[in-house]
Structure formats: C-alpha cells, structure tokens
C-alpha cells in the first residue's frame, strides 16, 4: 500500500513536471520568460512531491508511536520493559506474516487483531489524505506556469536551504555525539560517583548478576584504564616519533625528487592499512617476536599482551601520520630562511636544527598532539593485542587495558541497557571524545597560527 | 665549530639518520605485507582426498543418508580398517563439507551411474598438514594422530591426497568448520554497508562543501561549522560507533548487526573526510570560469552546478573514494552496532544481519583454530586488494580527469 502510494505520488509528480514545463517551453516561444521551463517544471514537481512525502514520514512516525503504546496495554500484567517488547515486536512480526511464532500469553491474540485493525484503517486513511493532498497540490502548481513566475527562485531557493542543512547537520552529528555520551554517562554516575570513578584505582567492571553473589558490585575506578592507555600511546609514540621526524626530514631536505616520489606515498600505504590488519600482525608475527626475544635474553616476566607489542604495532601505525605532518610543517617554513643560513656556511643538517626545526617547531607540536590523539583513540590495535585486564602499572611488559579495549568489551556480546556495566562503557568514550577533542582543537590552534606565521 | 672535519662527519651522521628511518618505515610495511602474504597464499589452496565411488545407474538416489553412504565408499578402499578406533580415525579426514559435495554429486547424476575416483574435501587437521603448516613429529602431527597418520600415509602413497582451488573461501559464508568458512557473506555485507554509506554521505558532503565555499558568508556561524567539521574528522571511529548504537539502534530501533546500520554509521564517520576533500577541491576551481557564468546571466546555483562542481567532481570523487576506502577497513564503528555475529548466509538485503570483511577477520583472527589462521590472512589479502582497487581508481581519476589551470 505504501509502496503503491509512494509510486502514485512520484508518477503524478514526473506528470506535473512534463506538463508544466511542455506549457513554458510552449509560452517561451512568444513570450521571454523569467525561468526556463525546466524550472517550472520542478516547481510542479516538488510541490506535488514534498510535502506529500514529509507527511508520510510524519504520519508513519506518529502512528508507529501510537501502536506501540496502545500493544502495552495488551501486556500491562507484565513489569519488564524489555519482555514487553520482545512479545509487542511478537505481535507485529505475527501480524506482518514475518514469523508464525505464537507468543503464550492472553493478550496475544487479541492484541494481534487490534494491530491488524489498526493498520488496515491506518493504511486506507493514510492513502486517502496523502493521495487528495498530493493531488490537490499538482492541480494548484498548474496554475504557476506564467511569464512573470518566479519559478527558478523559489528552486534555487529550496537548493540553498537543502545545502545549508548538509553543512548543519555536521554540527547535529558532533551534538548527537555528546548529548548520546551524555545522557547514558549520567545514567552512569546515577549509581558510580563521579569521583570514584576518575580517580578509583581499581576497575572490574564485572558485575554478578544476582545481588547475593560474592564481588557484585563491580569496581569502577577507571585509573588502571587511563595509564594504560597513556602507557601504550607513550610507547607508540617512542617508536612513531623519531621515525616518522627523521623520514620528514630525510624526506623534506635531503632526498631528490625522484626518491621523494617514490618514498612518501610507500610510507603513506601504512596509513591506509586497516588497523584490524595491524591488529592480526601484532599477534601473529610481533607477539611470537617479543616472546622469543624474552625468552633469549632469559626475560621470562614478559606478559604475551604486554603494552610493549601493543604499543609498538601502534607506532608503526602512527608513522606516516607524524611523517606527513612534520613534512608540512617542515616545507611550509619560507625557503628564504633556509637559504640564508645555508648561504652563512652552515651545513644542511645544522640548517636543520638550528633553523628549520625551530621556525617550523609549532607545526611539529602540531602534528605530534595529532598523532597521539590518533594513539589514543586508536581501536582494533589494542583490542587485539592488549589485554582486558585493566593492570595499573607502567611496566611496559606487563598486560594492561586501554579505555576503548574497556568499551568494546563492555559493548560487544549481550547487553543490558540499564546496568553499571554497559553504561561505564559510555562514560569512558566521553572521556575519550573529550580529551581527544582537546587535542585536536590545541594543535588545529597551533598548526592555524603558525601557518598565518608565514603568510 | 670550526672543526671542519667534524662538522662534516655530523651532516653524515644526520643524513644517516634520515636514511634509516625512511629504510625503517618501508621495511615495517615490507615485513607486514611479507607476512600477511606468506601466510594467507596457502588458503587460496585445499586438501582434497579423492575416493572410489561404485554407484551403478538404478540405484535409488533419492532415499539415500549422503554421509553414510560416502562413508561406505571411503571405508571400502580400506579394508584394514577393522576396529571401530580405526574406521573412525580413516573417516575424520573427510570433511563434514564431503558429503555436501557428494550429494550434490549424486543430485547431478539422478539417471546416470557413478564410477571412479572423485575429489572430496578433507578435514582442516589433514590440510595443515598437507601445507606443512603442522610439522610432522614421528607418527602424529598436531592433532592427527597415529591411526589417522597410518591412513594418510596410505593416501598419499596411492596419490589420493591432493591440493586443488580453494572454492569455499571466495563463495561460501562463515562456518564453524575452517575448510568450509568462507568471506561471501562478509563481503557482501561490507559492500553493502559501503553502498549505504556512499549514497547518505556524499551528497550531504558536497552540499556542506559547495554551501561552506561558495554560499555561507564568512561570519561566526561559518566559521563554527567549519571547526566543528575539522574536529569531527579527528574523533576517534569507536565513538562513531557509540553515536550509531545511541542513535540508529536504541533510539530508531532499527535491526541490530544489519548493514543499513552499518553503512549509515560509517556515512556519518566518512562525512567530514569528503567535506575537507570537497572543499579543496572546489576551492581549486578557478574563480574566471565561474565569473564568466555570472556575467554571461547565470545565477549562483546554475553557476555551482554547471560549471563549478564539473570542474571539482575529479577532485572529489577522488577525496570519496579515499574516505570509502577509510571506511572499508573501518571495524571498530561496526563491533559498536553488532555487526560482530556468526553468520552462516549470504546477506540477501541490507536489513539481514551481517558481518563485514574488517570484522570477518577479526573473529576469525581471534579463533583458537589454527586453520583460520591462513584464512584470516586470505581475507586480508582480499581486503587489501580491494583497498588497491579503489586507491588506483582515485589515482586514475587525479590523473586523468584533473586540469592544470
């Protein structure tokens, strides 16, 4: 029915636009028009179209919200909000024809044939309004088709507003982002004390699952979690930094064009590596490789999910990014600089240092907050390579966790949604998104400044 | 510092230091790709035991158990085998995918007899042995052990061992079953939340692009979209996957682990990479053309969308292919919203729950068998190649579509 709907609706729209614009092609043969003729066209068409089309949606929301309520009241014996709705999604899936799954409970049937009543009216309703709306709306654009009409304007118009609500809803995306954190973080400190939480030194988020079981309350001190995680982006960035700084350079200064060509781009490739590759190359090759390297300078302490596999797999992964932007800053510093002190008898290398390194050395912070932002928030990596446990120690070769292996593992596998458990998984990516945004807007800040250095 | 010798030998040492870890950061890509390569190849390769079928033409094809009945032809070749230990151990090296193929064998030939040696698929114990991936110690091998090595042995010397075409990996979806699981499923659920993402994110991208560049005024509001814009770029994926759980799943109530889900996830996490790409590449737009439009009576729009965005689409189209190609390795978004499942069908629809190619393999990377060991690998190698794919198309693009002005 719907179907049908939306397809009698798009029809009599191509019908408006064929019609309105054969009508304005006709008239601009005597007469110089405003708009072409495919704009009047359009405007036939959107007019039959839109509002049509945003009442459906407006109307199938309403009427979803409707049906839910009145399928409780068919289960009002029941308290879990969660078996309402398995057996309210039951009713529907029955009444659909989707399963034949007949749920044992009084109100089933009822509540069936009330969901079938109810949408068949709904339907029959629903087609009539929308169909005489759309139809009332495709007679009134006919009348539109004159010399003087407007029609490109008002298009253009509904363009603009169309591509200023694509650029908003960049902004909804970031407030959907933090009101979703929000909300489930202070449904978190609702039962965890803010306190406890960030500066707890223990976390299991583990909880039993009956009240009288030993440990129920699960410790939430998210301490373990955050040094673990600056202990593995430290060590990511002990291999990432002089590695990705010395190829920029190396890069930027000394190499010829033709090694620069070929050079960068391989480096590049390491960006585009999935992480879940990276993730599956720590525990094949690099684990196995720390092992036996332990185990040769007879250093049996090492944990197999030590920070230092997850952190130097992590490294890798960071290079190109601390080499691509150390590059920029380092190319963006005016050749006038460089030359001068080369023309003063310094080498290249002492240009370098003493030059180069330190007119470019904002754009370098820069790039060095970027990339730990990167580490921190980076995924799969550690999830695949680090531990669980959330240790709090800041022994490279011992397991520790990092917040985001804590969210995919408080958030992966069954979920309830009003537990401690899952919701501290909430409060850890506020944190995450948080600081990450901190150290995104700082270096932005910095790298904006120093480039308007230069200019 | 006017020890010229010394200053000299410093400049080298500086050089060096340069050179060594340009070397390093090749050589960290060299050894992962080595890697992933030598151990994935074996995968596109299976072990397969052939066996003596002797199914005359007027057997009844229809009533017949296929297992038992393959079994009956297996244990035939091998009348040594007498004890129950030692039938068992001859029958373990079949697969369970055998009788699959031996019933469609049969389904093939309903009027016509069945004669001779046939390939069947063998076990995943058998095959790591067959690839040398287990070592052989004595008469046992990791999990074989010697009944089964007696058989082997036997197999082997009759030449009824044999590797052949992986055609499992590419066609079927997962299974519990190493030499049957496959990443069909996996793919098709990673093209179709790509599709998804593609169709939501690229239009809304190029209209906040074209607004940001050609339509906002500079002002406060401008100026927070663009910022907002420039730190949605930075925010870790994982959160995107929270947003996607918050949002599509506990709010929309829409199907958990499906790709729509997915797809529209990823969208929102490739939009600001095509935004900043777009931009550019409008921005690249000489500012000529577009007043020549003007003064010949074009307005704003028709100027934007007949000459300025034509001329930005090779610029664009490059920054989406680059952000879809983000967004194909992207996993962690899609553990967030489920897509985290043991599927054993072909998705037939984005609504049907689904894993995807990054997520296939971590779950198997994370399987204790060793068997999907080779195939996580082989699954990455498609992954890759698929990453290549789109990377040459976007280079292909640059260069030949790109203008020099």
Do not use: C
């Amino acid at each position: 029915m719907t179907v049908f709907l939306l397809i009698l609706i798009s029809s009599l729209a191509v019908y408006g636009f064929i019609l309105n614009k054969s009508k304005a092609s006709v008239m601009s043969d005597t007469n110089i028009m405003h708009s072409q003729p495919h704009y009047h066209g359009l405007y036939s068409a959107f007019i039959t179209l839109v509002p049509a089309i945003l009442l459906l949606f407006f109307w199938s929301f309403i009427v979803n919200m409707i049906t839910n309520i009145t399928l409780k009241d068919f289960f009002s014996d029941i308290t879990d909000t969660g078996l309402i709705k398995f057996y309210t999604d039951g009713v529907i899936g029955y009444a659909e024809g989707a399963t034949d799954k007949i749920i044992n409970h009084a109100g089933f049937m009822p509540a069936v044939e009330h969901y079938q009543a109810l949408q068949h009216n709904n339907k029959i309703l629903q087609f009539i309004v929308i169909s005489t709306l759309s139809l009332m709306l495709f007679r009134y654009s006919l009348k539109f088709v004159e010399v003087e009409f407007k029609a490109r304007d008002y298009i253009e118009r509904v363009i603009v507003i169309v591509m200023r609500a694509s650029a908003v809803f960049a902004i909804f995306v970031t407030i959907g982002i933090v009101l979703s954190l929000l909300f489930e973080t202070l449904r978190f400190f609702d039962s965890v004390n803010v306190f406890d939480f960030l500066f707890g030194l223990h976390w299991s988020p583990q909880m039993a699952i009956r009240a009288d079981q030993v440990g129920s309350s699960g410790s939430f001190g998210a301490v373990p979690v955050f040094t673990g995680t600056l202990l593995i982006a430290f060590i990511a960035m002990t291999v990432a930094t002089p590695i990705g700084m010395f190829s920029a350079i190396y890069l930027s200064q000394y190499a010829s064009e033709n090694i620069r060509s070929y050079a960068k781009p391989i480096i590049e490739i390491l960006a585009g590596i999935p992480t879940v590759v990276y993730g599956f190359f720590a525990v094949i090759t690099v684990a196995p490789f720390f092992r036996d390297m332990g185990a040769f300078f007879s250093f049996t302490n090492m944990s197999s999910e030590s920070a230092l596999i997850a952190g130097s797999v992590l490294g890798i992964m960071i290079i190109p990014f601390v080499a691509s932007l150390t590059d920029d800053a380092l190319t963006a510093v005016p050749r006038s600089l460089k030359e001068g002190s080369l023309a003063m008898g310094a080498t290249l290398s002492e240009t370098t240092k003493k030059v180069i390194i330190p007119a470019s050395f904002h754009g370098i912070v820069g790039s060095f907050l970027l990339a730990v932002s990167r580490a921190i928030g980076e995924t799969m990596i550690v999830v695949m390579a680090a531990g669980f446990a959330a240790n709090l120690t800041f022994n490279p070769f011992d397991s520790v966790s990092t917040v985001t292996v804590q969210i995919v593992g408080l958030l992966t596998g069954d979920q309830e949604f009003d537990s401690p458990k899952t919701l501290s998984a909430f409060a850890l990516a506020f944190v995450l998104f948080f600081i990450t945004l901190v150290l995104n807007v700082i270096s932005l800040t910095i790298v904006k400044k120093y480039r308007e250095e230069y200019e | 510092m006017n020890n010229i010798s010394a200053r000299n030998k410093s400049e080298k040492r500086f050089q060096m230091y340069g050179k060594t870890a340009v070397l390093i950061a090749i050589g960290f890509l060299v050894i992962l790709l080595f890697n992933i390569f030598s151990t994935g190849i074996s995968a596109f390769k299976q072990t397969y035991i052939a066996v003596n079928l002797e199914i005359p033409a007027d057997f009844d094809k229809k009533n017949i158990n296929p297992r038992t009945e393959l079994n009956k032809h297996f244990l035939k070749m091998f009348p040594e085998a007498t004890t129950r230990t030692e039938r068992r151990a001859l029958l373990s090296l079949l697969s369970k995918g055998a009788r699959y193929e031996f019933s469609e064998l049969i389904n093939q030939n309903k009027e016509r007899s069945i004669q001779g040696y046939h390939w069947f698929l063998a076990s995943a114990d058998l095959d790591m042995y067959i690839k040398g991936t287990v070592k052989r110690q004595g008469d046992t091998a990791g999990r074989i052990d010697e009944n089964q090595m007696f058989f082997i042995d036997k197999l082997l010397s009759k030449n009824l061992i044999e590797l052949q075409a992986n055609k499992y990996l590419l066609s079927s979806a997962d299974s519990r079953e190493p030499e049957m699981a496959g990443i069909r499923g996996a793919i098709i659920g990673s093209l179709y939340s790509i599709l998804i993402a593609f169709l939501v994110s690229f239009p809304i991208a190029v209209m906040a692009a074209v607004y940001l560049e050609k339509i906002a005024s500079k002002n406060k509001f401008s100026d927070l979209i663009e910022t907002n814009i420039n730190n949605l770029a930075a925010v870790p994926s994982i959160v995107f996957g929270l947003l996607g759980l918050a949002i599509f799943l506990n709010f929309f109530e829409l199907p958990r682990s499906a790709p729509l889900v997915g797809g529209l996830t990823l969208a929102l996490m490739t939009l600001p990479t095509i935004v900043i790409a777009s931009r550019a590449a409008i921005k690249s737009v000489p500012p000529s053309i577009e007043e020549a439009a003007i003064g010949l009576g074009a307005s704003k729009v028709q100027t934007i969308f007949g000459f300025t965005l034509p001329l930005a689409m090779p610029g664009i189209l490059t920054g989406t292919i680059i952000g879809i190609a983000q967004a194909i390795g992207e996993t962690a978004p899609l553990l967030m919203i489920g897509m985290v499942a043991f599927v054993v069908d072909v998705p037939g629809s984005p609504l049907d729950a689904s894993t995807a190619l990054p997520v296939q393999i971590y779950l198997w990377a994370d399987s204790p068998e060793r068997a999907f060991t080779e195939r996580t690998s082989a699954a990455i190698m498609v992954l890759l190649g698929f990453l290549i794919l789109l990377n040459l198309t976007a280079i292909y693009l640059r260069k030949k579509l790109e203008k020099k002005w």
